[in-house]
């Protein structure tokens, strides 16, 4: 998913001033590009989700079609200009961003042809994760790598976790299948499966709800759970963060009088005024 | 959003001292006008909610009325009061609060002459904003800075978690309206949007349900990500909480470099070496 | 809501020996009247609820008739020995539960004169306040004491924090009732605050929900506020409870380092191994 | 739980060999083994919760039939390698594993002679639990070590907060019984403890609501107490993360007088002064 380095092979001087504009955020160039591409992704998105209102397809249906069609040409352009600046396009092009980019022209050359395939516009949707590039200007990629770092840190508990979750949803489910049974809507595993993840993640949606006495008191047990183990990811992710925010990751130790805990911003150190 | 500060010009004493009283808290004069308009801003909210209550307005629709013209001409005054004892009454009148003030004596005249223009009174809640102010009061000061401070330190890492669940919310959504479709009330992209912060809220109405396997599947994922994706916002507040109860943010100064941010017990200033 | 302290007039013996075995918790007598007494409010408990139950009441009606009064009477007589046992009757017969005592025992002797007053028996349930006296006994001191201590040190945050989402509820529930109106279930200001109340707790039963869009897109920002600001009372007593668990509220100073940051049960200095 | 230690009487090498592969998961033969039943495990579960949809049972129920008599097979097969490896067979047998082993087979033989007895097939979800093994392999044993660590050290604090939940939850429930009454759903005193449950744990199904202004007040605080309180086991969990996370609860212990849990800082032991 990372935008690929360029091969060894020199690419010719205006295919390297492509790629810095395109693939570089923090050249005046690249910004200029990137916030341009983020403009349009986001116009785009607005498209999509307009020409999905009934009330405003009907009405704008025409200059709504018009727009899509710049987009689309915006779009294909900038899918070859991708494809041109970087030294191999095979890797691109298969890249997730690659496939993501071809895929959100690809419908509205393909309405043309087959109807129906117009729908698929909805793809568009996922250049929405390019925008997360935006995170990577300026001051908030110390914010969102400290968070990432976070959640990296804690995958494994958070592993753990999950696991115990499902374990307790298979669980339950077959048990509320059993209990209530097909005429209280528990029509089969999978539903009552779905209905102890939306009951312990205390989503609560209501369609379908124990009626007996046996499965309500489960169903009572199994929300005190979700209610109470919702406890365990957010110390998992808090304790990391404390850690993380107070350098106690840093391990480095104070060459006179070796101890440690520093700050990771430490020059010297707080307890001997020896240089780290 | 703050009062304004009192311009060079001197005001006339009397106008020093109608500003004191409206605009200090901290005078015998100032706290006897905020209890005395803390206590008038409940009547008239109270008044506002009880109107809205079909039963009661039918029984004591007579005296809710007169209620209202009493507050609405004491506020009224108020503005006044306000306008005169400024020194620049324009900068007053143009602030959140002076705009706040006057649309919510407005529509008790503007019912004189317009049938409806009553139902605007609803604006006077906005005045509840103004006891924000009781918060100056006392020792909640130290309390609501040290939340204050603690939400404003984390307001970026907080910024990149919205972003992130806003992306999640437009693709899941997307990717409903075009799973579940209109039949199962999906109606339209916005619909969905809703349905996804409905559900990875884990608010969970329930109006609208996925009913296919697979919309069922992307739900409860969904549902799991909302439910442990919460570690995060609590995780960043409760880091900040942590090092700011704990003087981790303490603000002695280094004597020789100026720097801040040392831990309590450091002896040494860890960026320049001098004793602290 | 104290058991009352003995007067100065010396009490009879028999009755110093009464007040022991009732009000005390750590002598032999007073724990096995605890035990007992635990084991009756539960089975009086049991009664209250199972003749709640329509099938139950219709079947066992008599039995439980029966219970009912042995029970009363049981109770009774542990108000007229309590009555009898503490020096100055009148203020444990006004105390918490001292009425609470009486209440518990009038409604099935009011039931021979009245018919109706049967009903009243729910009132037994705040018997059940009385076993939170088991938290007093052995290991569960110290650690509901801990807990205790945490969200006392933390009411002042969490006034403030109760402060802002009431203030959210009364601005919010006003404007949908003016945004969604009644014809969509928000008939009137107090209904529109109850349902903002069940969307910003994230509880979401669903009987009353926003239908326009500009109602949906407020329930939205109310929701993921709800979701997010759920960080805040979490993030102060984690605070809390850290900072005690770890015995940071100790300030005791080394008398030969002066270093800070002992835990409580520290006998001697961990930096220079001096006797605290 | 533990698979049994072997007994003293040494057992015959093949029997011990089989011990190996059975019981123990470091070996190269009982890792094999491991992963060839959870393999099994899972397989048997998907045929219990196809076998439960309607329209797969009807077009596979043959080659779902047959599927299950392999498993029935295999999983006997198991039961008895068990019963023939183990010192003493009865204390595997009547051990919770053992008795599920046997559970998970016999409803297969059982549907021979009894029809209906196929239902209870479900039992097998609970051979599921067996999968917890898995986090005894490898990397996760450190991991899921803490997390059991700090439910462990918190279990009397979270016995005192479930304490308090049921304690509201059976005073409000009996309250609302009385308040709501059984015209608006709350029929007996269990249903509205059930739904004290749902509004608090903030699952809000919807199915019972309460109707009238007082009952409607009443949940209002009961959601904002279950919001509000949820803070009290996520405290309490990430405090002792915090500290499991931080070596906190190290466990260096004192070489003169063997105390543990000193922080990791510490030079001298703060029970008896010797230097650790």
Same mark, same amino acid.
């Given at each position: 998913?990372?935008?690929?380095?360029?091969?060894?092979?020199?690419?010719?001087?205006?295919?390297?001033?492509?790629?810095?504009?395109?693939?570089?955020?923090?050249?005046?160039?690249?910004?200029?590009?990137?916030?341009?591409?983020?403009?349009?992704?986001?116009?785009?998105?607005?498209?999509?989700?307009?020409?999905?209102?009934?009330?405003?397809?009907?009405?704008?249906?025409? @200059?709504?079609? @018009?727009?899509?069609?710049?987009?689309?040409?915006?779009?294909?352009?900038?899918?070859?200009?991708?494809?041109?600046?970087?030294?191999?396009?095979?890797?691109?092009?298969?890249?997730?961003?690659?496939?993501?980019?071809?895929?959100?022209?690809?419908?509205?050359?393909?309405?043309?042809?087959?109807?129906?395939?117009?729908?698929?516009?909805?793809?568009?949707?996922?250049?929405?994760?390019?925008?997360?590039?935006?995170?990577?200007?300026?001051?908030?990629?110390?914010?969102?790598?400290?968070?990432?770092?976070?959640?990296?840190?804690?995958?494994?508990?958070?592993?753990?976790?999950?696991?115990?979750?499902?374990?307790?949803?298979?669980?339950?489910?077959?048990?509320?299948?059993?209990?209530?049974?097909?005429?209280?809507?528990?029509?089969?595993?999978?539903?009552?499966?779905?209905?102890?993840?939306? *009951?312990?993640?205390?989503?609560?949606?209501?369609?379908?709800?124990?009626? *007996?006495?046996?499965?309500?008191?489960?169903?009572?047990?199994?929300?005190?759970?979700?209610?109470?183990?919702?406890?365990?990811?957010?110390?998992?992710?808090?304790?990391?963060?404390?850690?993380?925010?107070?350098?106690?990751?840093?391990?480095?130790?104070?060459?006179?009088?070796?101890?440690?805990?520093?700050?990771?911003?430490?020059?010297?150190?707080?307890?001997?005024?020896?240089?780290?």
């Amino acid at each position: 998913m990372d935008p690929k380095q360029p091969e060894e092979l020199p690419l010719a001087p205006w295919r390297r001033r492509l790629h810095e504009i395109i693939f570089e955020a923090d050249t005046p160039g690249g910004k200029t590009f990137d916030v341009g591409l983020f403009l349009l992704i986001g116009i785009s998105l607005l498209v999509v989700i307009l020409e999905s209102v009934a009330a405003i397809r009907s009405e704008f249906g025409d @200059q709504l079609l @018009q727009m899509e069609w710049i987009i689309t040409i915006l779009f294909s352009i900038e899918y070859v200009l991708r494809l041109i600046s970087v030294g191999r396009p095979m890797s691109y092009a298969l890249s997730f961003f690659g496939i993501v980019d071809l895929l959100s022209v690809l419908p509205t050359y393909a309405s043309l042809v087959f109807t129906g395939a117009h729908s698929l516009l909805v793809i568009r949707v996922l250049r929405l994760l390019r925008i997360f590039r935006v995170l990577k200007l300026g001051r908030y990629v110390g914010e969102s790598e400290q968070l990432w770092q976070a959640l990296t840190a804690s995958r494994r508990k958070i592993s753990v976790f999950l696991f115990a979750v499902l374990t307790i949803v298979v669980v339950v489910g077959a048990s509320m299948y059993v209990i209530e049974g097909e005429e209280h809507g528990f029509s089969s595993i999978p539903t009552a499966m779905y209905w102890a993840i939306v *009951t312990m993640t205390t989503v609560g949606y209501g369609e379908i709800t124990p009626q *007996t006495p046996l499965g309500r008191s489960l169903a009572a047990v199994l929300m005190i759970l979700g209610y109470g183990i919702i406890a365990v990811p957010t110390g998992i992710v808090t304790a990391e963060l404390t850690d993380i925010g107070r350098g106690h990751l840093n391990t480095q130790s104070c060459p006179s009088c070796a101890r440690e805990g520093h700050s990771p911003d430490a020059v010297f150190c707080r307890h001997c005024g020896s240089q780290l």
